[in-house]
């Protein structure tokens, strides 16, 4: 069986490529098999590696993006203020959780969709914005986590310690 949750988890690397995810799971399932020396080499390389959007999140952002564009366009509501993006950086910041100020200085309520499923009659508002930003998706801390587990449960709690005392504290 465990031969077989490798061979799973080595072809899911092939698959998906390289990357903060990927090494993650890899991770996890060797943490879940008890080969905590394997697991521990994949969590370090997480913690090596910087975050970043799949290519298949990306795609149906940019797909989103695009949808929300066309309705903007359709309903003539376009207005100076754009979302915040890697492609206009100077936009006015928004997390959805309150009113973005423009470039005018008036405030304008943005909605967050942070959805990772999008359907072409899915009806969303032209003040919808698709935002991901990497310290949603930054696995470090989970990583850390899992760590510290395999620490304690060695005995090695001045390592646990330290990978706190690195990445976990304020």
Known sequence: MAVQAIACILMY???RGPGQETYFNIGR??????????????????????P???KDVQAQIDKMNKSLARNRE????????QTKSAENPDAPQNRGDGPAEDQSGSTKNHKTDKTNS???N??????????VQLSDI???????FN?????????????ARQLLYQYAVV
């Open 118 to 120: 999008f359907h072409e």
């Open 138 to 144: 930054d696995l470090t801390h989970e990583t850390v």
């Open 52 to 54: 970043s959007v799949p």
């Open 29 to 50: 399932c060797y943490h879940h098999l008890g080969l905590f020396h394997f697991a521990i080499q994949y969590y370090n390389k997480v913690l090596l590696t910087p």
């Open 147 to 159: 760590m510290c587990q395999i620490y304690e449960a060695c005995g090695s709690e001045h390592l």
């Open 122 to 131: 899915d009806s969303l508002s032209s003040d919808t914005a698709v935002v």
């Open 74 to 81: 359709k309903s003539g509501d376009l207005t100076s203020t």
């Open 13 to 15: 690397h092939q698959l």
